[in-house]
Each structure stands twice: as structure tokens, then as C-alpha cells.
């Protein structure tokens, strides 16, 4: 009776919800770019209002860097309490040109809202928002208590979260935790992902002279560091797609045989992946697959190359310095701080003489893998199923979503990790999507959520 | 009697000379930015009116990109014609902030001249329209007949020099050439250059899959153009410093015995050159001295390097493209074209799968090598020791000048190159500067040397 009011209200709503989200998007919440800090602030109030507004008790809360959103709904006793997290913050735009319309402008294509944000996380996010105001606006309540903990600082690796929930056990105590903010495994197929991988990033700095020379006068005499950069980045892997760094894999958790034949399983197609992407080979790990690899095997990865001249023309400069910006993904048991070492192990050791190296970390966080028989697992099925119509299937995800290892370190939960999103989004890359009836359906799913684990024993 | 006025023209003249020098310096003429043409226009004109100015027929030629200068006086029948060249277009300023003062703000500290262009070639150049001045204004004739050929396409290797040379064997007749574009070997230690080496200037595009992706999602499974770009360019150097191309070193022309004992009588200190530019330790091809590195044998230098993300953060793209700009330094007997073809066969060799790769040709030049025993050679020596007060040195340069192979080939002409620069000058490099006593010296050793030629059979 209570659930038919809700969807209901969810139905009447629909043109609403996707109206604020695209107010919620068109905020440039990019939290690496400090120019953007006031559109982080604005983007974090817009969360609270609307919280606030839904029902909730619901606050800013300030940090050294962007603030927290903190939400919370008891009016349950007795019943278990679920923490939604999410993120406000978004990834750079950059590279602007490929993107058919201004990433900050949300932008309907065939179903699909375009705009940097639409899926990660604001969209997403948003749909747990919905779900509450449906419940709350159609029938006063909610089946369970519900807290929200929404940051400024996920694509950062921000560290204001994990001091916070450290801090804040008591408040934050729950019995389940929920994040939409992975992918269906295609459309049509809703996913629970139940694994993650951790994620270690590093900024490597070359430094040879003391000035930029001139290549004709001094170069084959002294160091080049782009050169010794180069050398160091393409001693990081083996023509066999296994990394080279001493003891790199000796924590690695090797996939078990109910996995690989559930992954061999699923309807995923090399040639159409590969055609998708337009590149003239898959590569990777020798020995594992392609869904293998994106899920469940450690991989490196250099995001950024910079140092010396390139503006038009040649320009025939010895630079004095190199850098880039690379990371791990991490599968269990890897440590992000054990890896950090290896790393730095072997940079010390692949360094070319005549330049010297500096290794910055800029985020870790270990690998994220639980178990799918469970009660909350058990009610984000049966949620799923009533929201998409079809049963979810099983999976793990390349993606690293810190909070979770967080919130078992210091909440002791699993974190349900409900997806909307689809692999092509373009997460973090230009023309970034969400389809908007995939907004809707996880909305009604995440409210059939609240139901659900009101009906299983935490 | 006519040398005694011209040097003593020079005397009375030097403020004026840095003065003028100093304005033609303001004019940032960077000749790889289209942004600047209007002023690579302004810097030709102003040569154009001083050579004028001075006494000689001046014109501008336009090209497809940036005019040529050209003057000559033709007034010394029956004597030899030297054929000045030099270019007033300068080197990107980029980085700017290790400026010291503006770069195009000519400041002195120390009495040396700070700014782009200061020695490369704007100062260097501009001592021979001073010393043909001092001629004309203080005796009314020339000893020698002169021209004067003065481009704006040096820096970016442009083909519009070439082609005019080409076309105008007859105008551009001479006996000798003359470039100052080069260093001393130290200071008060002034050479003359017989040997340059060539250049062969790529571009280099990696492209991974149609779109930049999520290195989380897609990591592992998909080419990484960055990491592709790192081995392509590593497999170029060996640990021991030789480039690795199969048939790289095929044309070269090993050093000769008088060369090695000449290079290590210098006064040339290993330890003091490291020191200079606080490098830990100085590399290069094992077996060679430091000295016959930087002079006489090939090298490989990147010169930039681009592609993802390099701005504040981590953001975990895995980004579509990749690229690198980088040279070989060539010594003879090689050929610039043979290098490229080699160098092309590399790449594609040294490709990883998953990527496909483009090479671009930016800039190509032949090494040169002359004789140190020749009329002209002998005329350059005693006006040095007039100009510089002590004999010259004879040395080699690791850098290009290509229109020194271009007047050997069109106009069967050897060049007097005549440094008045000094090697630590940054003539690629932010602070790049010009000793204002080399600057007068070098005009009287240029005033010195039309005396000379005079007195030397041709």
C-alpha cells in the first residue's frame, strides 16, 4: 500500500527529478581545480537544501578542503539504518574539444543527459535522494532509518572523508551501506558489483640540470630527463602485460574457479568491445581475459606525461625537467602502502643516471571484495528487480571507490554497490552520459531498497 | 689609416649599437608562433631599414611565412664578396617563470645582455651590420664586396630560405660566407667552428582507442598510448648511451687521431661543466670524452612531451592519444633522410600492440665539416686576434646551422663560423644572454675581417 503511493509519487515526479538534477549538474563542482572552489560549495549546498527539503536533518560540514554533506532520517527505531554515500565532486573537463556540448550544460541525446557529472556521481547519487522523497512525501516515512553522507572530495582521494567517519563512528553507525556509483553490466542487465579494485596514483618528477639547455650544446652529454622518464615508465611492464616491479604481485589474490566461469558466463563480446573502441588489438595480461582483466588483475597506468616544449614547431630544448602522473589499480590482497614501496623500490633502482627522481603519492586505497550471500545483498536484489524489472547479475569493477574500505574499517559494513550507470558513460573522459530512464529505474529501486531491508534481519 | 677610423668609429659608437640592439630585441619575433608574426614582420623590417640606414641596397622578400632581408654593397670591384647570414627570428621564451627579468625585455646584470635572442642570433648577428657600418659611415667604402641574406625561419627549420637560395645562385654569388651564431670555447678564449652537426626533428602521435576512457573501467584491457609512447621512446638508448636504430651509426665518420688530441688539450674541465649545471653525474656514449660527445658524435634528446592530464590532482584518465617531440643530432656522414627512414623502421618495430603511431617529419639538416686551412680561415684568425685581442681555437659544435650545408650546396661556398657567444649563454633556455664586451669585440673582429678578406687571395 505504502509502496504503491511511492511509486506513484515517483511516477508524477519524473519531468521534476530530472530538472534538478540538470541544476545539480550545471554546478562545475571539479574538486582537483581550486578555481572551482565555490562551485564546490555551491554544489554542496545545493545537496543539503535539497536534503533539507525532502525531510531530512540535514548539514554542511566544513573541511580543510571541500565540505561534507551529512543527512540523517530516525524515525525507524527498531528497524535497521542504511548509509547512502555519495559523491558531489566531479572529474576535470579537460580535454574540452571532444565534448558535443559544454560539459557543464546537461544536454538530452537519444535518452542519454550528457554532461560531465550526469553519472558520476551526481546522477547516481541523486536517485537515493529521490527515493527518500518519495517515501517521505508520499507517505511520511521511511521503512528504515537513513543517514546520508555525500562528499566534495572522491576524485581527489580527499582525506576530510576518512578523518570524519574515523571520527564520527557513533553517528554514522549503520547496518548497511549503499553506493550507486558503478555500472549495470550492459544495458538491460543490472549489476551488484561485489568487488573492487584499490588504487595507488603517484605524480613522478625527473629532474636533470639545473636549467633548460640548448639540445645541440649540450645533449648526448648530459642527462635528458624525459628521456630517463621514459626509460623508467616503460620498465614498469613487460611486452607479457605483467608489471616488473619486484614483489608487485605476491599479494595478489588469484581468481577463484566460480569466477572465472561466472565472468566466462556473462554475454561480454571482445570484437564488439574492441570495435567500440576502435583500437587495432585488446592487449593486457597474458593468461586472463579480457572481463578478467578489467576486473580482478592489478594493471599500471601513466595518466599524464609532461615536460619540454610542445607548442607548435620544433623547438630543440634539453629540458630540465619531467614528469607524470601514474597509478596502479590494485586487486585483494594488494596494500596500496606495500605497493607504494615496490614502486618506489624500483623506480630508485630503473633510474638512469646523470638525473634525479622524486615519487609523490597522491591517493591510495586498497582492493574491495565481499561476499554476495548476505542479507543486504538478498534485499538489493529483490529492490533491483521491482526498479529494472530483471534479477541483477554478480560482478566486480576495475573502478576504486575508496569509501568502501573506509566504511568497513571504521563502520565494519559491506557496502551494496548498486550501479545505474553503463560502461560506456565516459566516466571520466569527454561526452560523459547517464541515461535518464536508468535514472528513473534505479530511483524506484533505491526506494524499493528501504522497503526491502525493513523485511530482512540485519 | 682606413682601419685606424673604423675602430675608432666603433669606440664613439657603443652605447648607440646596445641601444639599437636593445630595440631590435623588444620585438618578440618567435618565429614557431603564429601569435607573433606581426612581429617576426616588425623584426625583419627593422634590419631591413638599419642595413639601409647603414648605406647598403636593402629589401624585404616576402615568403609564405616570414620575409627574408637582404642587402649587399657592391662597390669593391675586382675584391672577394663575403655573404653574411644570420636570422632575427628567436626560440619560444617558454617556461617563463625561471626568467629572471622579461625575456623580451633586455636587461644587463653583470655585463651581460638578458633576453631571447640576446646572443641567438639577434646579438650576434646585428655585430656585422655594426662593422660594415663603421666602414661605411667613417670611410665611405667597404673593403670587400658584402651581402647580406638575414631570415626569419631558423628556429622552426623553415624551407622558405632554402628555396630562395636556390633560385638566386647569382645574386647571392660569393667567396666566403660568414655566420656568428656559435660560442666562444670559453670566455676570452674566442673559436672559430669547422665542424656542426646536422639534425633530423620528429614528431611523434600515439593513438590508443577512439576516446579518452576510465583507467579504472577500461585499464588493463586497452593500449595505453602514454605508456605505449614510454617504450617506443626508451628502446631508442641503451645503458651504455649508443641509440639502438639498426644502421644508426652505419655513415658515420669515425673522430680523427689530431681531432681526439686537439678536443683534450682544451681547457675544458668534466667536473666544472657538472658543477655548472649540478647534474649528478655526466652521461653519454661510453668511450667517448665529454667534450667529443658534445661535438662530434650523434645523439637523441626528446625534446617534449605530451598527452593526458597534467594538471593539479590526480584524475585517473586512460587517456586516447600520446605524443612526443624529439631529434636526432647527426654528425658526418649521415643523412638526415636515411636517419628518418631508420628511425621510422624503429618505431614500427618497437610499436607495443594496441596503439598505432605516427611519425612527422619537423625539421631535417646535414652535418658539416671543413677545412681549417684556407683563405678565408686564415683572414677570420688575425681578425679575431684583432677583435679579441688573443688568437682563435679551432672546434666543433654539437649544433645545427643548416644553411651552412645549404650554401655548400647551392653557392660552393664554406662558411666562417665566427662564435662570439659563450656556451653558457641558455640560447634555447630562459636567461638566455650575451656578454656586451663580446658584443663589441665581435664588431671589430666583423669590421677587422673585411680588411682581411681583402688581403687574402680568394
Known amino acids: 500500500m ?22 545539480l549538474i550545471r554546478i562545475p563542482s571539479v574538486s582537483a581545480q581550486p578555481d572551482h572552489d565555490p562551485d564546490t560549495q555551491r554544489a554542496a549546498t545545493f545537496v543539503r537544501d535539497d536534503l ?17 554533506v551529512y543527512a540523517e532520517w ?41 554532461a560531465r557529472g550526469a553519472t558520476d556521481d551526481k546522477g547516481q547519487m541523486f ?9 517521505l512525501k508520499a507517505t511520511g516515512s521511511l521503512p528504515v532509518n537513513v543517514k546520508f553522507l555525500i562528499e566534495g572530495e572522491e576524485e581527489i582521494g580527499g582525506v576530510n572523508l576518512e578523518a570524519y567517519v574515523a571520527e564520527h563512528r557513533d553517528r554514522l553507525a549503520c547496518d548497511y551501506a549503499v553506493i550507486s556509483d558503478t555500472s549495470q553490466f550492459a544495458p538491460g542487465m543490472p549489476a551488484i558489483t561485489y568487488g573492487l579494485k584499490g588504487l595507488a596514483y603517484f605524480e613522478i618528477h625527473v629532474q636533470g640540470a639545473n636549467r633548460d639547455l640548448h639540445s645541440g650544446t649540450y645533449g648526448g652529454a648530459v642527462a635528458n630527463p624525459l628521456n630517463a622518464l621514459a626509460t623508467i615508465l616503460a620498465s614498469l611492464k613487460g611486452a607479457d602485460g605483467k608489471i616488473r616491479i619486484e614483489g608487485f604481485y605476491d599479494a595478489v589474490k588469484p581468481l577463484e574457479d566460480w569466477e572465472r566461469a561466472e565472468f566466462a558466463r556473462m554475454p561480454f563480446s571482445e570484437a564488439e568491445f574492441q570495435a567500440d573502441l576502435a583500437v587495432p588489438s585488446l592487449v593486457g595480461e597474458e593468461g586472463y581475459t579480457t572481463l578478467e582483466r578489467k576486473w580482478a588483475r592489478p594493471t599500471c597506468d601513466v595518466h599524464g606525461l609532461f615536460g619540454g616544449y610542445s607548442g607548435p614547431g620544433p623547438k630543440t630544448v634539453l629540458p630540465c625537467k619531467a614528469g607524470a602522473k601514474l597509478s596502479f589499480r590494485l586487486v585483494p590482497d594488494q596494500d596500496p602502502k606495500t605497493v607504494g614501496e615496490l614502486f618506489r623500490a624500483h623506480v630508485r633502482k630503473f633510474t638512469p643516471p646523470g638525473v634525479s627522481v622524486e615519487v609523490i603519492t597522491q591517493q ?22 521491482a526498479g529494472f524489472g530483471t534479477k541483477p547479475v554478480f560482478i566486480r569493477e576495475g573502478g576504486s571507490i575508496p569509501v568502501v574500505g573506509l566504511l568497513k574499517q571504521h563502520l565494519k559494513v559491506d557496502t551494496l554497490l548498486l550501479g545505474w550507470g553503463q560502461n560506456d558513460d565516459n566516466m571520466h573522459g569527454p561526452n560523459e552520459k547517464f541515461s535518464l530512464a536508468d535514472f528513473h529505474r534505479g530511483i524506484k529501486a533505491g526506494a524499493h531498497l528501504l522497503e526491502e531491508l525493513a523485511n530482512e534481519p540485519a
Open 2 to 23: 505504502a509502496l504503491e503511493q511511492v511509486d506513484a509519487y515517483l511516477e508524477k515526479h519524473r519531468d521534476h527529478f530530472e530538472a534538478q538534477l540538470k541544476d
Open 127 to 135: 536517485t537515493h535522494l529521490k527515493a527518500a522523497q518519495a517515501w
Open 74 to 114: 530516525l524515525g525507524a527505531p527498531g528497524q535497521p539504518t542504511l548509509l547512502v554515500y555519495g559523491h558531489y565532486d566531479v572529474q576535470p573537463p579537460e580535454p574540452l574539444e571532444p565534448w558535443l556540448s559544454p560539459p557543464f550544460e546537461p544536454t538530452i541525446r537519444d535518452g542519454n543527459l550528457y
Open 52 to 68: 533539507a527539503a525532502i525531510g531530512l536533518k540535514a548539514e554542511l560540514i566544513s573541511t580543510q578542503r571541500h565540505p561534507l
Open 364 to 385: 591510495g586505497a586498497p582492493a574491495v571484495l565481499v561476499s554476495v550471500d548476505s542479507p543486504g545483498f538478498r534485499a538489493a536484489v529483490r529492490a533491483i528487480e
